[in-house]
T-cell receptor, first 109, second 116 residues
Framework: GQSLEQPSEVTAVEGAIVQINCTYQTSGFYGLSWYQQHDGGAPTFLSYNGLDGLEETGRFSSFLSRSDSYGYLLLQELQMKDSASYFCAVLGNTGKLIFGQGTTLQVKP | EAQVTQNPRYLITVTGKKLTVTCSQNMNHEYMSWYRQDPGLGLRQIYYSMNVEVTDKGDVPEGYKVSRKEKRNFPLILESPSPNQTSLYFC???????????????FGSGTQLSVL
């Protein structure tokens, strides 16, 4: 079967760094994506890793280790507006994009 | 403005009354997909379409139908809605969904459906 595991909730303070992990088990693997969703809103694309290593986009970075079937999203210099749900998603060889259950990040002052 | 448009935003209906949720994109995207989102379950794929006249089942297709007669539109049809289909629905599109490429999804604003 196909599954993704990520923590359900993470709490951090403004200005801190937080890491959201994602482990996956899929039939074939072509890449790991991350999406952000504010409460009640549409998910928006954050980053994609097709190869091992770190991808950096401003305050956000994403990492992938294909050998460990593991990735993470790193958020630096946290701001209150970063409070949202974060989903990892894996593209397998079925053509389907499978989403994790989401991690709710709460940023406190 | 490039966007995915879903309608309606909110819908309350009764069991068994057929309904259609529309989805339209203006980006000439080949790939379109429907997801439902329920608390604690993340986004689950209902149906997807790689191109016009090409559709396939996702992980939770039971009770839903779709059609892709033209590139821009991908309506979701509930022939006989039931209360367990109460959920938040998202339509999404992507330029192309090659399995080896980074193709990000653009999501619509969502449709909150309640079936009484």
């Amino acid at each position: 079967g196909q599954s993704l595991e990520q923590p359900s909730e993470v709490t951090a303070v403004e200005g801190a760094i937080v890491q959201i992990n994602c482990t996956y088990q899929t039939s074939g693997f072509y890449g790991l994506s991350w999406y952000q969703q504010h409460d009640g809103g549409a998910p928006t694309f954050l980053s994609y890793n097709g190869l091992d290593g770190l991808e950096e986009t401003g305050r956000f970075s994403s990492f992938l280790s294909r050998s460990d079937s593991y990735g993470y999203l790193l958020l630096q210099e946290l701001q209150m507006k970063d409070s949202a749900s974060y989903f990892c998603a894996v593209l397998g060889n079925t053509g389907k994009l499978i989403f994790g259950q989401g991690t709710t990040l709460q940023v406190k002052p | 403005e490039a966007q995915v448009t879903q309608n309606p935003r909110y819908l309350i209906t009764v069991t068994g009354k057929k309904l259609t949720v529309t989805c339209s994109q203006n980006m000439n995207h080949e790939y379109m997909s429907w997801y439902r989102q329920d608390p604690g379950l993340g986004l689950r794929q209902i149906y997807y379409s790689m191109n016009v006249e090409v559709t396939d089942k996702g992980d939770v297709p039971e009770g839903y139908k779709v059609s892709r007669k033209e590139k821009r539109n991908f309506p979701l049809i509930l022939e006989s809605p039931s209360p367990n289909q109460t959920s938040l629905y998202f339509c999404a599109s992507s330029f192309r969904f090659r399995v080896s490429a980074n193709e990000k999804l653009f999501f619509g604003s969502g449709t909150q459906l309640s079936v009484l």
